[in-house]
Every structure is written in C-alpha cells, then in structure tokens.
C-alpha cells in the first residue's frame, strides 16, 4: 500500500493556465486516494485551484442530476403482479379509449361534412386537449418525483447525520439550498447558511445549522396552518348540527391542510401525489401515532378533561382538532426535507393547550353552552 | 497515583470554593481553565476566544450565541489583584496589525470577560442574574510539567529522569549531562559549584530537547527551561541524581542538598501554582499541539503522550452535584483539543482527533470514570489557512494556502513569511498506533510548516471582521453552553 506515499509539496498559488489542468479520472483519484499518500517534492508548476467546496459542487450536481430528479426510480408502484381481473381492466380501458377515440374521429368528420370551419375549430379543441392531457400528465409526474425526491433527500440526511459524514451533509444542505432557492422567504436563511460554506464545520453540525437556519422558519409557518386547520375544525365540529357534515368537513379540512404543507415544504404535489401522500401520512399515523399519545398527550388528555367535561360539544371539537393536528404533524414529517434531528418534533402539548383556550373562548363567544353543566 | 495534595491543602481548596460559591449566587463566575504545553496555543486560544464574544464573531454553532441571546461582552476587572492582567489587546494587536504569534508566555496572567445575556428559560430569566463572568488564566506551558512532580519524592524522580535520558530519542542529547552524572559521588561533601554546573548542564540537555527538531516534552522541572525572576536560586539549582536504591541521604552529603533544593522547588514554585490556580477549575480546555511532535517522528509523539498523561492525573474531574458543589471545585466538563487544525486539510481532522483520542486515553477514562463530560475535538482559534485542491501527478492533492512563516521549509523549498503558497504536509496515517510505536528514526512523511496569522477581511464600510477560526464555537458550546442556557 505504501508504494505511493505522497512528500509534502509546496505549490505556487497563482493559477498558471497550464496544459496541467485538466482534470484526471476521478477513478484514478479515487484509487490513489484509498492508498496511503506520504512525501512528494514538487515543482511549483501545478495549478492551484482555490475553491473550498470543490466537492460540495461535485455532490450537488450529482444530486441534482440523475438520481433525485429522475422520475423513473421514484414512484414504484406497488407490486401486484397480474391478475386476471386487471388483464380485463386493462383490455376494457383499452377498448374504451378506442371508443372515445372512434367518437372524435367520426365527430371531427361530421363537423367538416358539414362546415368546413367547424371541422378545423374541433380539430383545434381536440389539439388543445391533447396538449392539455400531456402537460397534465408531465406534471403529475413531476410533481410524485419531487415527493420521492423528498423523501430521499430525507433518508440520505438521516444517514448523513448519524454518519457524520461531511461530504454527504454537504450534498444534503445543497440539496435543501436549492429546494428552497426560488422561494423569497428563505433568502435570509439561504444567507446565513451560505457564510458558512468556508468554514470547517463537522457533518451533524451542518445539518444542525441548517434545520435551524433554513428549516425552522418554514416549521413556524407550517405549525401556525396546521394550528389554524384546526381551530376551524373544532370550531365547525362545536357548531354543527349533523355529523356527517363534521366527518365531510374533517376530511376535506385535512385534505387541505396536507396539500398546503406540502406545497410549503416542496411544492404543489399534484392530483396523484395527493393521493399517495394521503395514504402515506395516514400509514405514518398508525405507526407514529401510538407514540405520541404515549409521550404526552395523556396527562393532556386528563388535564383538560375538565375543558371537555364543561361541554359535548366542545369537547368534541377539541378531539376532532386534535386529530387534525396529529394529521399535520404526521404531514409535516412526511414533507420535511430533513427529519427532525437537532430540533425538536412539535408535540401535540404545544397545540392542545391552544386549542383548548381558543375552543373555550370562542365557545363563550358564539354564546353557546355555558359551564352550567358541570 | 500518588497523592498530590495534603489534608491542609484540601481544606484551603474547600473554603476557597465555599467562598466563591457564596458569591456565585449574585455574580456567577466560571474558571475556565486554558491548559496546555508550551506552544501549543494558549495564549491564542484566550485572545481568540475574547475577540470573537466581544466583537460578535462567527459562531453559529455557540447556541446562546446564534440565538441572539448573548446581549454583550465585556472585558472586567479581574477578582486576584496579585495576578498581572492578561494583556489581550497587545496579543490582539500582534495577531491582527503586525500578523504575527503572540510571543510565549513567560509568567502567569488572567482576564476576566463577563458576558450578559438572557437566559431560554422564564424561570431563570426572571430570577437569574443574566450575566456570566468567565476567568481565563495564562500561564507558561513550561509551568504545567513541574504538577507531576508534586506526587513524587526525589529519589523516585531521579530514577525516572536518568531512565528517560537513555531512550532512544534522547540518547546524543543527554550524552554530556550523564556523563557528568556517572562522576558524582551522591553521597560527597556538598558543594555548590559542583551543584550550579551539574543543573545548567542538566538544563542544556531539557532545552536541546526541546528544539524543534526533536520536540519532545517531558521535560520537567519546567522552571529550568523558563527560570523568571528565580534564576540563580538555589530552589532552581538542583539535579537528579544516580542514587542507589533505598538509600538515604546522608547529612550535609550531596544528595540531601539536592533532595532538599528539590523539595523547595515544589514547595515555593509548585505548590502554589497548584493550589491558586490549578484546584478550583470549573470547565477546562486541554489545548495539545500535536503536529508539532508529529513532525519530528513517533518518539516526540510517544513523548508527548507521557507527558500529557503525567500533567492530567494532576487534574481533578468530576461531576457537580448542587450539594457537593458547595465544598468541593471538580471539573466536569473537559475539551480536549487538537490545535492549529488548519495548519492540515481538514479530510485529515478525523484522524488528527483520533490520534489525540489515543494521547490523552487515560486521561478520558479517568475523567469518564469521575463523571465528568469529556470531548475531543480538533481546533483553530484562529484559522491562518484556507483550503483547495491541486492537480499533482494525475490525482488531486488537498493543499492548504496561507502564508508559511520566514524560515520554514518544505523540501527544498524556503518560505520568505510573505508570498502566498499551497503546502500539502503529507497525509496522516490511518494507524494511529504508527503515529505513536512506529520507527523512531527515518525520514517522517509529514512537514507541517507554520503559518503566519491571517489578514482580516474587511468589508467596504472598513470594519474588519472577526478572527476566523476553526470549531472554536463548538467548543464554546461545550465548555460554557449550559451556563448560558
């Protein structure tokens, strides 16, 4: 191993535009690299390349490039193999795109059987709508990579914390820089962070800098929609006078509030991610969910027990926006960039007494049952 | 482990500390304990550390700081008259205006830097008094190698003295020194002129070992190498001695001169640098200068390991109970340190601090042991460097870039101290056991050269900004976070 150790070498500093500058191999690099280097005189002809993150920008654009933004590796659909229900499935669509195809095909030439200019203006729609299908399409599918994107970028930041692996967390922060890098509200953090790209600073403390810079303002904001989410649902569970219209307003509550910290951590994530982000924030619930009941919400639970006693229906609208908030964090772990490694996950103590003391007042306010019934 | 303090000394150890835990209750008061050999960075560390809390330097891992709850920093009136004042704004001019190291220490000082600030919690905000005065001791390296000497008696560090001479990396240094050993007759009529020439031949011998070349450092008594105003006393004039086993000194002989001189050398110069300075530390920081016994080869290495070993069993970590804390001052958070990390690319800092991790094992143990918090961390209070990377025969060289100081050398080549150059010091080995066992002699595959202080940028109002530096916050985070939390 020893046969290529490397001398202390001193350089000129000055870049000289040399035929030297080219780049070698990074698998030549990387080979030299595994080897021990010791002393090397040299004379001071090579080129000097002062750039501290040199391979930051190496990683970032590797991240960049194929793996994150590839849609083709992210959405796996679930394997369920075929079955014969689903050949059928697949033969009807078929036989009725063909349907719908036949209808436009016979309606475009009745059109010009009958005026010209009729024909050429169906002909447009049909043009239109096409079009209108495919951008659709590309940005559903856009839109399902950039969560996958996500999620990964959330996998790699973990590993990369508990590594401490500097290059690695330099990648990830990129990453996350550039997430964030057309949105005006986390200039300052972008900022911040960006003093700190020369200086030495370990993996773990990278990603701490980060969270808290970059990540935490958008925390704020996230906590405050899910807050608001739900106060309007307690507030409409105490006030209306059916429970299907709670349960329909619950889900449709929830469903926006989802969308809304998506959008807010990394972009609008369309009609399919929607979807599949539903699902996974639901999955992330039952296993999550246990938990935070186990952790504080209890002795929450016991202490207000008396605001809910005070009345049904308000503490019927406290439950239900507490489900709301348990769905929003739950969102919020699914949408974060990074998990939550050096801040604090927001537990559910920190809403409920808000939302209690809002319920309580605004129970008071639209005059409804008052604390007689105790 | 010898013990190296008496009952009475506890005693006066416990009242010191109840008296300023009485006080700490309207103007909590931190001794951080700045340690370390000779050159390896201490002074700078201090002043490093001022400049940035007082100027509002770049520290966003020091979590108070980065929170904004820090509202200022002062320089204050320091509690021990007797102790001269550490002199911050000159080290601070010959860093800044003149790029240049602060000369070393030659005598105790210390500082006292108060930091106001508002604590997270409304409890404390409410109660606590919001501001933190942390006293900063300096002192000359040298001092620190004179604490081991305390546990032992003078015939145990004779025996110890002439066995370290033989090692191989000492072997032509102490040459002249034992042959004028073998040719005393410890148990002769004492004589003073035999005795002053026997301690400055012996004194040679420490400095020679000291040279850059060799670097090694255990070289106590440390006052030899840095006499001050004792010069010339008899407390300074002694040596060891070839004595035979379990013999006594006789009356009026050689050796009772010598075993009486040292005996008084750890009595007026020891003791009291222990006792005012060393048992009443609340947070330390072990500053260790590794590179330095790097480039002279594993012996300065193994050395330096000695050395480090010897002076921390001085030390007395523990963990602070509210109630114990009253009597007893006890060290409960320990930073060891790896200085000047930017004199190497930081790819290596990992095996810098896990060569350091292996310097000062004992001394983690021990102190683990004791409850204490212990970290090692690489670090630059000021980062004379930048970095980069060089294409040198087909691969990439991660090279540092800064202005090395006039005399250094790589190879053939001589720095001026005033051009701009790219030094790669050769790679830390992986094996941190080949740093410490490996082959004494043989050309060492590292040259770490030294670099002159860095120029402040300054931005285009002309306000220089703060000293760069390299995980000097996390440090500060660790040894003083939770008193400002």
């Given at each position: 191993?020893?046969e290529?150790?490397?001398k202390p070498?001193?350089f000129n500093v000055?870049?000289e535009q040399?035929a030297?500058s080219?780049?070698?191999?990074?698998?030549?690099?990387?080979?030299?690299?595994?080897s021990p280097?010791?002393?090397v005189?040299?004379?001071p002809?090579?080129?000097?390349?002062?750039?501290?993150?040199?391979?930051?920008?190496?990683?970032?654009?590797e991240?960049?490039?194929?793996d994150?933004?590839?849609p083709?590796?992210?959405?796996?659909p679930r394997?369920?193999?075929?079955?014969?229900?689903?050949i059928?499935g697949v033969?009807?669509a078929?036989?009725?795109s063909l349907?719908?195809?036949?209808?436009?095909?016979?309606?475009?030439?009745?059109?010009?059987?009958?005026?010209?200019?009729?024909?050429w203006?169906?002909l447009?729609?049909?043009?239109?709508?096409?079009?209108?299908?495919?951008?659709?399409?590309?940005n559903?599918i856009?839109?399902?990579?950039?969560i996958?994107?996500?999620?990964?970028l959330r996998?790699?930041?973990r590993?990369?914390?508990?590594?401490n692996?500097?290059?690695?967390?330099i990648?990830?922060?990129?990453?996350v820089?550039g997430?964030?890098?057309?949105?005006?509200?986390?200039a300052?953090?972008r900022?911040?962070?960006?003093?700190?790209?020369t200086?030495?600073i370990?993996?773990?403390?990278?990603?701490?800098?980060?969270?808290?810079?970059?990540?935490?303002?958008?925390d704020?904001?996230a906590?405050?929609l899910i807050l608001?989410?739900?106060?309007?649902?307690?507030?409409?569970?105490?006030?209306?006078?059916?429970?299907?219209i709670?349960?329909?307003?619950?889900?449709?509550?929830?469903?926006?509030?989802?969308?809304a910290?998506?959008?807010?951590?990394?972009?609008k994530?369309g009609?399919?991610g929607?979807?599949r982000?539903?699902?996974?924030?639901?999955?992330?619930?039952?296993?999550?969910?246990?938990?935070?009941?186990?952790?504080?919400?209890?002795?929450?639970?016991v202490?207000?027990?008396?605001a809910a006693?005070?009345s049904?229906r308000?503490?019927?609208g406290v439950?239900?926006?507490?489900?709301?908030v348990?769905?929003?964090?739950?969102?919020?772990?699914?949408?974060?960039p990074?998990?939550?490694?050096?801040?604090?996950r927001?537990?559910?103590?920190?809403?409920?007494?808000?939302l209690?003391?809002?319920?309580q007042?605004s129970?008071?306010n639209?005059g409804?049952?008052?604390?007689e019934?105790n | 482990?010898?013990?190296?303090?008496?009952l009475?000394?506890?005693?006066?150890?416990?009242f010191?500390?109840?008296?300023?835990?009485?006080?700490?209750?309207?103007?909590?008061?931190l001794?951080?304990?700045v340690?370390?050999l000779?050159?390896?960075?201490?002074?700078?560390?201090?002043?490093?550390?001022?400049h940035?809390?007082?100027?509002?330097?770049?520290?966003?891992l020091?979590?108070a700081?980065?929170?904004?709850?820090?509202?200022g920093?002062?320089?204050?009136?320091?509690?021990?008259?007797?102790?001269p004042?550490?002199?911050?704004?000159s080290?601070?001019h010959?860093l800044v205006?003149?790029?240049?190291?602060?000369?070393?220490t030659r005598?105790?000082?210390e500082?006292?830097?108060?930091?106001?600030?508002?604590s997270?919690?409304?409890?404390?905000?409410?109660?606590?008094?919001?501001?933190?005065?942390?006293?900063?001791?300096?002192?000359?390296?040298?001092w620190?190698?004179?604490?081991?000497?305390?546990?032992?008696?003078?015939?145990?560090?004779?025996?110890?003295a002439?066995?370290?001479?033989?090692?191989?990396?000492?072997?032509?240094?102490?040459?002249?020194?034992?042959?004028?050993?073998?040719?005393i007759?410890a148990t002769?009529?004492?004589?003073?002129?035999?005795?002053?020439d026997?301690?400055?031949?012996?004194t040679d011998?420490?400095?020679a070992?000291?040279?850059?070349?060799?670097?090694?450092?255990t070289l106590p008594?440390?006052?030899?190498?840095?006499p001050?105003?004792?010069?010339?006393?008899?407390?300074?004039?002694?040596?060891?001695?070839?004595?035979?086993n379990?013999?006594?000194a006789?009356?009026?002989?050689?050796h009772?001169?010598m075993?009486?001189?040292?005996e008084?050398y750890?009595?007026?110069v020891?003791k009291?640098?222990?006792?005012d300075?060393?048992?009443?530390?609340?947070?330390?920081?072990?500053?260790?200068d590794?590179?330095?016994a790097?480039?002279a080869?594993?012996?300065?290495v193994?050395d330096?390991?000695t050395?480090l070993?010897?002076?921390?069993?001085c030390?007395?970590?523990?963990?602070?109970?509210?109630l114990t804390?009253?009597?007893s001052s006890r060290?409960d958070?320990?930073?060891?340190a790896?200085?000047?990390a930017d004199?190497?690319?930081?790819?290596d800092?990992d095996?810098l601090e896990s060569?350091?991790?292996?310097?000062?094992?004992?001394?983690?143990?021990?102190a683990?042991?004791?409850?204490?918090?212990?970290?090692?961390?690489a670090?630059?209070?000021?980062?004379?460097?930048?970095?980069g990377?060089?294409?040198h025969?087909?691969?990439e060289?991660?090279?540092?870039?800064?202005?090395?100081?006039?005399?250094?050398?790589?190879?053939?080549?001589?720095?001026?101290?005033?051009t701009?150059?790219?030094?790669?010091?050769?790679d830390l080995p992986?094996?941190?056991?080949s740093?410490?066992e490996g082959?004494t002699n043989?050309?060492?595959?590292?040259?770490?050269?030294?670099?002159?202080p860095?120029a402040?940028?300054e931005t285009?109002?002309?306000?220089s900004?703060s000293l760069?530096?390299i995980?000097?916050?996390r440090?500060?985070?660790?040894?003083i976070?939770?008193?400002?939390?």
């Amino acid at each position: 191993m020893s046969e290529s150790p490397r001398k202390p070498a001193v350089f000129n500093v000055k870049p000289e535009q040399d035929a030297d500058s080219d780049p070698r191999s990074s698998a030549k690099a990387k080979a030299k690299e595994a080897s021990p280097r010791s002393p090397v005189a040299v004379s001071p002809k090579a080129v000097v390349e002062i750039a501290p993150e040199e391979d930051a920008q190496r990683l970032v654009s590797e991240a960049f490039s194929v793996d994150t933004m590839d849609p083709s590796n992210s959405a796996k659909p679930r394997s369920n193999g075929f079955s014969l229900l689903k050949i059928a499935g697949v033969a009807f669509a078929g036989l009725v795109s063909l349907a719908i195809g036949l209808a436009i095909d016979s309606l475009i030439r009745d059109l010009f059987a009958r005026w010209e200019w009729l024909g050429w203006a169906a002909l447009g729609l049909t043009g239109v709508f096409l079009l209108g299908v495919l951008f659709w399409i590309i940005n559903e599918i856009r839109a399902i990579s950039r969560i996958s994107a996500i999620t990964k970028l959330r996998d790699r930041a973990r590993d990369a914390y508990e590594q401490n692996n500097l290059k690695e967390t330099i990648a990830v922060s990129k990453s996350v820089v550039g997430l964030y890098a057309n949105r005006a509200d986390t200039a300052r953090g972008r900022s911040e962070l960006a003093k700190h790209d020369t200086e030495i600073i370990d993996g773990s403390d990278r990603i701490k800098l980060l969270e808290r810079e970059l990540l935490s303002p958008i925390d704020a904001q996230a906590q405050t929609l899910i807050l608001s989410a739900a106060k309007r649902v307690s507030v409409v569970t105490a006030v209306s006078p059916r429970a299907l219209i709670d349960v329909g307003y619950v889900l449709a509550e929830n469903a926006r509030l989802i969308r809304a910290l998506a959008e807010l951590y990394g972009g609008k994530p369309g009609y399919f991610g929607m979807i599949r982000l539903f699902r996974n924030v639901v999955g992330h619930l039952a296993v999550t969910g246990s938990i935070a009941i186990g952790e504080n919400l209890m002795q929450q639970v016991v202490g207000h027990g008396l605001a809910a006693r005070l009345s049904a229906r308000l503490g019927e609208g406290v439950v239900n926006g507490l489900l709301t908030v348990r769905i929003g964090i739950s969102a919020m772990d699914l949408c974060r960039p990074v998990p939550f490694l050096t801040l604090e996950r927001p537990g559910m103590g920190r809403f409920l007494s808000e939302l209690v003391s809002f319920s309580q007042s605004s129970d008071e306010n639209d005059g409804g049952s008052k604390p007689e019934n105790n | 482990m010898t013990k190296i303090t008496t009952l009475a000394d506890d005693a006066g150890i416990a009242f010191e500390t109840l008296l300023s835990s009485v006080s700490d209750l309207w103007s909590p008061s931190l001794r951080l304990g700045v340690t370390g050999l000779s050159r390896a960075g201490k002074t700078v560390f201090i002043t490093a550390l001022v400049h940035n809390l007082v100027h509002g330097g770049r520290l966003p891992l020091f979590g108070a700081y980065a929170n904004q709850r820090l509202t200022g920093a002062k320089l204050e009136p320091q509690p021990d008259d007797g102790v001269p004042r550490f002199d911050y704004e000159s080290h601070l001019h010959d860093l800044v205006e003149e790029r240049i190291w602060p000369q070393s220490t030659r005598s105790i000082s210390e500082l006292r830097l108060t930091i106001d600030y508002e604590s997270a919690s409304a409890w404390s905000r409410r109660f606590g008094p919001g501001r933190l005065s942390i006293d900063l001791v300096d002192y000359p390296g040298e001092w620190l190698l004179d604490l081991p000497l305390l546990g032992k008696s003078y015939a145990e560090w004779s025996a110890e003295a002439l066995d370290l001479a033989v090692q191989p990396a000492r072997l032509s240094l102490s040459d002249a020194w034992r042959g004028q050993v073998e040719k005393i007759d410890a148990t002769a009529e004492q004589d003073e002129s035999v005795a002053r020439d026997l301690a400055s031949t012996f004194t040679d011998y420490l400095r020679a070992c000291r040279a850059d070349n060799t670097a090694l450092s255990t070289l106590p008594p440390g006052r030899f190498l840095l006499p001050g105003d004792l010069e010339g006393s008899p407390a300074l004039t002694f040596a060891p001695l070839k004595i035979e086993n379990g013999q006594s000194a006789a009356k009026d002989s050689f050796h009772a001169m010598m075993e009486r001189r040292f005996e008084s050398y750890k009595s007026i110069v020891v003791k009291p640098f222990f006792r005012d300075h060393f048992a009443r530390i609340d947070r330390q920081i072990v500053l260790v200068d590794a590179l330095q016994a790097l480039n002279a080869g594993p012996g300065a290495v193994a050395d330096l390991k000695t050395a480090l070993a010897d002076i921390l069993k001085c030390f007395r970590p523990g963990g602070a109970s509210w109630l114990t804390s009253w009597f007893s001052s006890r060290t409960d958070k320990i930073l060891f340190a790896a200085t000047k990390a930017d004199h190497l690319h930081h790819s290596d800092h990992d095996r810098l601090e896990s060569l350091l991790r292996e310097l000062v094992r004992e001394a983690v143990e021990h102190a683990q042991f004791n409850d204490a918090s212990v970290d090692v961390a690489a670090l630059a209070a000021v980062r004379a460097t930048r970095e980069g990377t060089v294409q040198h025969d087909g691969s990439e060289l991660p090279v540092i870039l800064g202005v090395p100081m006039k005399g250094e050398r790589i190879a053939e080549t001589k720095f001026d101290g005033k051009t701009e150059s790219a030094v790669f010091p050769g790679d830390l080995p992986k094996n941190t056991g080949s740093m410490i066992e490996g082959p004494t002699n043989g050309s060492s595959n590292l040259n770490f050269v030294r670099f002159r202080p860095p120029a402040l940028e300054e931005t285009d109002d002309g306000v220089s900004l703060s000293l760069p530096h390299i995980r000097l916050d996390r440090a500060l985070e660790f040894l003083i976070g939770d008193r400002l939390a």
